[in-house]
């Protein structure tokens, strides 16, 4: 069983009180150390010496993606905590068009609605009342038009303005920020109560989160840790009575929605987006354990295939066209199931090669995920924004 729980502080271990039980596949924590053999000459013909430089530790946590359960990781990750979304109160300037929601007054975005969010509408009446408490993904954002679909599947009902609607984005949001950048410090302990043996790990930094699609499947999320030391093998767990992980729902392709560069896409059969904080543990001198890390720039990259159709996504490589991507997934098919969505206001396709075969040929794509740099505000100037419904 893997327990996680946020420090106060780097060097103070987590409060015996705290943390949460993580799911996993399979999770692995170790203690590591390089090692350096004597070079020196030996009459013998045989290695005189070993040793160990300083020790560090790893951490690595293979699950399924879930609203709810990583929240903490991702935050720490992003180096911001998860903040509430777009809200519009309740108002009769809002209108139902085919293609979303449409205002006479207001702006959406100035209210903080952004391309790649999912947000929930309330207020309308019949004969539109069915848009009402439905997973609706944004493709696009101006500050009149606030552009999407039903993650249902279902259309939005046509309806003017007159009723006192509201629209607010589900649960809350991240992203990394410009400044104020957070630096969060877990321990994660290793409990195996059958055989009495329970592994705590202090000061680990989370330093890279694997995430990966596919129609078929489901939906997997990858976490790598990095830390400075591990505590004394124990025979009673350090963490007593950790909360469980939430209950909620697994993802898979069937049940979301992919938009490039603010158009949906429903011939996607495969993606997958990392992103890397670039922890580093440095060695020093006069310490068994590593006593300094650091972090570097968040850099994001990933690969999505595609069915080839036209040379839409050729075009996008050989002129590199930055374009936005976002990808949203619920946990089933109900309108208002858990929902994780991800933005990226600029990517940059940095591959695009064609299979082939007796079958539908496929185009992978591999790209860069870069800062959003422009003036639309429908992008936050981030590299990726995460969106959980359940927060």
């Known amino acids: 069983m893997i327990v996680i729980s946020k420090q106060s502080a780097e060097g103070s271990k987590a409060a015996a009180g705290g943390g949460q039980i993580y799911p996993r596949v399979t999770a692995t924590f170790d203690t590591e150390a390089d090692k350096y053999a004597s070079a020196e000459i030996d009459a013998s013909q045989q290695q005189g010496d070993t040793r160990l430089g300083n020790f560090r530790t790893t951490g690595a946590i293979k699950a399924e993606a879930a609203c709810g359960t990583y929240a903490p990781l991702m ?62 993904f944004v493709t696009s954002v101006t ?43 877990f321990t994660a302990e290793v409990q195996d109560p059958k055989i009495g043996v329970h592994r705590s790990f202090v000061d680990q930094l989370v330093s890279k989160m694997d995430i990966a699609v596919q129609p078929n499947g489901i939906t997997s999320l990858d976490f790598t840790l990095m830390g400075k030391a591990e505590g004394p093998t124990t025979a009673v767990p350090y963490f007593p009575t950790p909360l469980a992980a939430p209950g909620t ?28 904080g670039q922890v580093k543990v440095d060695p020093v001198i006069g310490s068994k354990y590593a006593t300094a890390a650091s972090r570097g720039k968040v850099m994001g990259s990933g690969q999505f295939t595609v069915l080839l159709q036209d040379a839409t996504y050729l075009d996008y490589f050989k002129s590199e066209t930055e374009i936005p991507l976002a990808y949203a997934m619920a946990s089933g098919t109900a309108p208002t199931a858990d929902v994780l969505a991800l933005a990226m206001g600029r990517i940059k396709i940095t591959s695009a090669k064609i299979d082939d075969g ?34």
């Open 358 to 391: 007796e079958k539908n040929k496929i185009v992978t794509c591999a790209f860069d995920v870069l800062r959003y740099k422009g003036a639309d505000a429908q992008h936050e100037a981030t590299t990726l924004s995460i969106q959980d419904s359940a927060l």
């Open 249 to 276: 729902g697994k993802f898979s392709g069937a049940t979301a929605m992919l938009s490039v560069n603010g158009i949906p896409s429903q011939i996607c059969t495969g993606m997958s987006v990392s992103l890397d």
């Open 75 to 136: 935050a720490a990750l992003l180096r911001r905590d998860f903040t509430a979304g777009g809200v519009a109160a309740a108002q009769t300037t809002i209108a139902a068009a085919a293609s979303g929601l449409t205002r006479s007054a207001g702006s959406w975005l100035a209210e903080g609605f952004r391309a790649g969010s999912v947000v929930r509408i309330t207020g309308m009446t019949a004969p539109a009342a069915a848009n009402n408490a439905k997973n609706f």
């Open 143 to 185: 500050a009149t038009n606030l552009n999407g679909q039903f993650m249902d599947g279902s259309a939005m009902i046509v309806k003017a303005a007159g009723d006192s609607v509201g629209v607010a984005a589900v649960g809350k949001r991240s992203f990394t920020p410009l400044s104020g950048h957070t630096t969060d410090w």
